[in-house]
């Protein structure tokens, strides 16, 4: 595979990752950062620690969570949990309301 090849694969991966984010994003509550992946979830628990050295850490744990990773095949996980020494950032969606017709229904 030449390099043109794979610059072109993963242009393509990179796309239908994308579109399968705009397909699934309205599904989930919140966004979550860390310094590896990007995952939207309905659930999750934010924990800062300290480690015995005086290090603060983040347990990140996750339910029903969608992983931003275009070499994962399966990106829908049950339960995720991120121990991690970089800030993560959780972010919560912003859910469209449902609009209404303004006059009744005419069919």
Do not use: H
């Amino acid at each position: 595979m030449s390099a043109e090849d794979l610059e072109k694969y993963e242009t393509e991966m990179e796309l239908q990752l994308y579109r399968e984010y705009r397909d699934v994003v309205g599904l989930f509550t919140y966004v979550v950062e860390t310094e590896r992946r990007f995952y939207l979830t309905n659930s999750v628990e934010l924990d800062v620690r300290t480690a015995e050295n005086g290090d603060v850490y983040f347990d990140v744990r996750m339910q029903d969570a969608w992983v931003w990773d275009m070499y994962r095949p399966a990106r829908f996980v049950k339960t995720v949990r991120v121990v991690t020494f970089k800030d993560v950032n959780i972010e919560e969606l912003a859910k469209p309301e449902l609009e209404m017709p303004k006059e009744g229904f005419s069919g």
